[in-house]
């Protein structure tokens, strides 16, 4: 039930002095200083006990599953030093209460334009919107810096939860003709019902679908052209679980 997918972060909050994007060739990294982020002065740390710091913090707006990373030090030939080398990393789901993953090291960059990094460690599968970098350490520079933090990700939609049964979510909407549900279901044997009601509470259309565990998306028998404008609501239900959506037809 779970797809993995990259996710090239941005750094949305930082206490240096440069928020650019540093990717600039599949696996490797450019030798320009502006790409990446530099610190020269400590300031307040998220974790108060953690007191002035350099640091790092990811904003990456969502709840996501977080796995294999993948580090760029700092890469620049005449300030390669500026790379973190000894670090914390911690997470958050609110960036109030801290969980610390541990302490690790990271190798210095090359300085060359064949630099490609190097792996990192594993979240294994936990589950955090908020990710910080906190250097102890680094190569001598009077700087700290980081190139670029790239973190492997569970689409969050595939994460069912056991209370759930099923995740599920439909589109276009608003939608002119068709409409389609996308779904990942924790029972593979066990139809998923439906029914579209309009606004008066009448049932119009209903049906089943039977969940391949190969495909998500299911296009709903459902032809919008023999709909009024207006708002409907569909409903599913699998092993009593329902939930439901507020569709808009528009012409």
Known sequence: ???????????FFVSGLQIL???????????????????CEPSQNPIT???????????????????????????????????INEFNIDYS???????????????QATGSSTYQGSEGPNFNATKARYVLITPTSNFGGSCYGLSELKISITDP????EEEDGYNASVYPNPFIDTVSLRIVSLSQSEPLDFVLYDIMGRAI???????????????????????????????????????????????
Request: charged content about 20%; hydrophobic content about 35%.
């Open 21 to 39: 994007e540093a990717q600039c060739y599949p696996d490797r990294h450019s030798t320009t200083w502006f790409d990446g982020w530099v610190s």
């Open 93 to 107: 789901l609110d960036a109030v209460t801290w969980t610390k993953l541990g302490t690790f090291n990271l190798e």
């Open 1 to 11: 039930m779970m797809k993995h997918i990259y996710l090239y972060i941005a750094l």
């Open 205 to 251: 259309i209903n049906g089943n679908i039977t969940i391949n565990e190969d495909n998500q998306n299911y296009q709903l028998p459902i032809n919008g052209h023999n709909l009024s404008v207006g708002i409907y609501i569909l409903k599913t239900n699998q092993n009593g679980k329902e939930k439901s959506f507020k569709l808009i037809k528009r012409k």
């Open 49 to 83: 006990s953690y007191g002035e710091t350099h640091w790092i913090m990811y904003d990456l707006g969502y709840n996501y599953v977080l796995n294999e990373t993948q580090f760029w030090n700092a890469n620049e030939a005449k300030n390669i030093d500026f790379g």
């Open 157 to 160: 939609f595939t994460v069912v």
